[in-house]
């Protein structure tokens, strides 16, 4: 069965830095695109980040570029979210997921852990 053990969040102060894990078992980790969405409350879920298998593509919502980088190691089973300058509206919980395809959709992922909370706020 596949599991998803995401780390890494917390309270932090604007302008600051969190580095999200995800460790997964029960499938063949490199076959896999990863990605993360985070989702807030009353609004819509939305894609952050996205990996291919190989770790050769990576993909980017356009309000996290520049400041968020994803990144994989296939030999761990992980992946993994450097977040640097956060800003209060980057409050969400952050979600792993993984599917057979590349992509920027939310809907083409179908593996999915339970999330880890990373509030920006002073």
């Known amino acids: 069965q596949e599991q998803f053990v995401e780390s890494g969040g917390g309270l932090v102060q604007p302008g600051e830095s969190l580095r999200l894990s995800c460790v997964t078992s029960g499938f063949t980790f490199s076959n896999y695109a990863m990605g993360w969405l985070r989702q807030v409350p009353g609004k819509e879920r939305e894609f952050v980040a996205g990996i291919s298998g190989d770790g050769k593509n990576t993909a980017y919502a356009d309000f996290v570029k520049g400041r968020f980088t994803i990144s994989r190691d296939n030999g761990q089973n992980t992946v993994y979210l450097q977040m640097n300058n956060l800003k209060p509206e980057d409050t969400a919980l952050y979600v792993c997921?993984?599917?057979?395809?590349?992509?920027?959709?939310?809907?083409?992922?179908?593996?999915w852990g339970h999330g880890t909370q990373v509030t920006a706020s002073s």
């Open positions: 997921m993984g599917g057979t395809r590349y992509s920027t959709r939310i809907y083409d992922y179908h593996l």
